[in-house]
């Protein structure tokens, strides 16, 4: 299984910006896709999440109403739609992949990870 994140650049406070998260290898309707982040000194945090199966998102607190997650599944592609981003959401996000219906908030079990995509908002 290899994810590809893409998507990320420079915006500036109250802008919008769209991730995506393609899979390719092994596919399965029991799996789920998590978004992390990871800012300069801090530990990786959970934001979103969907299961493949029946479509549930999950979000952290910091993200609700603001940010977006959804699937294409015909194209193995997982989107974050992030609006009114704030400074404090700058940060490497990451997508990554569990085999399992479960949506995890905890990084450690999620066997595959994309390269990270760098967000920057600019106040």
């Known amino acids: 299984v290899q994810l590809q994140a893409s998507g990320g650049g420079l915006v500036q406070a109250g802008g919008s910006l769209r991730l995506s998260c393609v899979h390719s290898g092994r596919t399965s309707n029991d799996a789920a896709t998590g978004w992390f982040r990871q800012a300069p000194g801090k530990e990786r945090e959970f934001v979103a999440g969907?299961?493949?199966?029946?479509?549930?998102?999950y979000y952290a607190d910091t993200v609700k109403g603001r940010f977006t997650i959804s699937k294409i599944s015909a194209k193995n592609t997982v989107y974050l739609q992030m609006n009114s981003l704030k400074p404090e959401d700058t940060a490497v996000y990451y997508c990554?992949?569990?085999?399992?219906?479960?949506?995890?908030?905890?990084?450690?079990?999620?066997?595959?990870w994309g390269q990270g995509t760098q967000v920057t908002v600019s106040s």
């Open positions: 969907v299961r493949w199966s029946g479509g549930n998102t």
């Open positions: 990554a992949l569990r085999w399992g219906s479960t949506v995890h908030r905890a990084a450690q079990l999620y066997g595959y």
